[in-house]
């Protein structure tokens, strides 16, 4: 694992949680659970940043990619309009009243750091905070701060296109069934296409479901880019869309490893969906290599006893160097509603498998 993977995370007040947090993380992590227990929540959660121009970008990023808001476009002017509504805000606190806190340990670090968030509107400024925060409101449509408390640091931030512009707008989170789109054929473009040892590895896993094939690239398709698939002994260009979901959607995980930005964080919902299972141990090696190679911690969800089982089996052909970085994350909700997370190492994991232990 390296310096900028997470071992510990604690978020509060954020959607359905009052208080949440995992302990024990490794690097590559399965989350499991019953439905409604929040397991999207976790992972829109940990796109945190600690610069929150990024975690806010990101967030909003998830919300349209998964036609929440249908509207609204990526543009930070469109996110800008969108977070600036106090009815926005209030979809994703607890408590409105209350700070939306982040606690968070890294690996090699000695102790925990926190930020906690109060986003508040211009009509809720005291006389100080407004003077303070003047300078900042520079348009029209900023109605919205955030009161950044950096352990025990704090200052007042202005949600306008000029903070909002400094996120780099990297994707994170890859939403479960948003299958193919324009930004998927941009981040190819701009993060596998032109680099020959990129593109030959993005290749070689593709490769696994299009046994044929013999390259990838930009593509113009009636008469828009996409992603072209060269078959051998073809002299023909195919979209990729033409060889199903399963390759879309393990397109757009690797093009999301090779583009979640300097974070190392990668988080996939429902990770199984669209692979055959007679695919997954394979899957399961390609995603866990790929992500070993590039640094990238993994939070992945899933409602499959399958997609457990062949993430086992795929560590068990890998070997111990990887088994000891993987972690099953249950959440379970108890008597009082709260949701707890059990973490299993993968000696743990392996044995409650065995006995028929439901770790879901």
């Excluded at 600690?50 to 998964?66: C, D, H």
């Excluded at 300097?262 to 007679?278: A, L, T, V």
Aim: charged share 25%; glycine share 6%.
């Amino acid at each position: 694992m390296d310096s900028n993977h997470l071992t510990y995370f604690k978020i509060e007040n954020f959607k359905r949680f009052d208080s949440f947090e995992i302990s024990n993380i490794g690097q590559f992590n399965l989350l499991v659970g019953d439905n409604n227990v929040g397991k999207t929540s976790v992972l829109e959660a940990l796109l945190f940043d600690e610069e929150i121009y990024e975690w806010v970008v990101k967030l909003y990023n998830s919300f349209i990619l998964r036609k929440l808001f249908p509207t609204i476009g990526y543009k930070i002017s469109d996110i800008v309009s969108l977070i600036n509504q106090k009815e926005t805000w209030q979809s994703i606190l607890t408590q409105k009243d209350i700070s939306l806190s982040f606690t968070t340990q890294f690996i090699g670090e000695e102790s925990t750091s926190f930020i906690k968030i109060i986003p508040k509107m211009l009509a809720e400024l005291t006389p100080d905070e407004f003077n303070s925060i003047k300078g900042q409101i520079n348009d029209n449509e900023t109605n919205t701060f955030l009161e950044i408390d950096r352990n025990s640091s704090k200052e007042l931030v202005s949600l306008n296109k000029y903070y909002l512009s400094q996120a780099k707008k990297t994707f994170n989170l890859l939403a479960n069934n948003t299958g193919f789109s324009s930004q998927l054929v941009k981040k190819y473009a701009q993060n596998i296409n032109p680099y020959k040892s990129v593109r030959k590895q993005f290749d070689s896993i593709i490769s696994h479901l299009i046994t044929n094939l013999e390259e990838t690239r930009i593509h113009n398709y009636l008469g828009e880019d996409t992603i072209g698939v060269v078959l051998s002994n073809e002299n023909t260009v195919y979209p990729i869309t033409r060889f199903g979901d399963g390759v879309v959607k393990l397109s757009r995980i690797i093009i999301g490893i090779l583009s979640c930005g300097s974070d190392k964080r990668i988080m996939i919902d429902e990770i199984e969906n669209g692979i055959h299972f007679s695919r997954l141990t394979t899957f399961w090696k390609d995603i866990i290599l790929l992500c070993r190679n590039q640094g990238i911690q993994l939070f992945a969800t899933t409602h499959s006893f399958e997609c457990q089982k062949y993430f086992v089996e795929a560590l068990i052909e890998l070997g111990e160097e990887y088994q000891k970085d993987a972690r099953n994350i249950s959440l379970v909700e108890n008597s009082s509603g709260e949701v707890k997370s059990v973490t299993f190492d993968f000696e743990g994991f392996e044995f409650a498998l065995n006995i028929g232990a439901n770790t879901r």
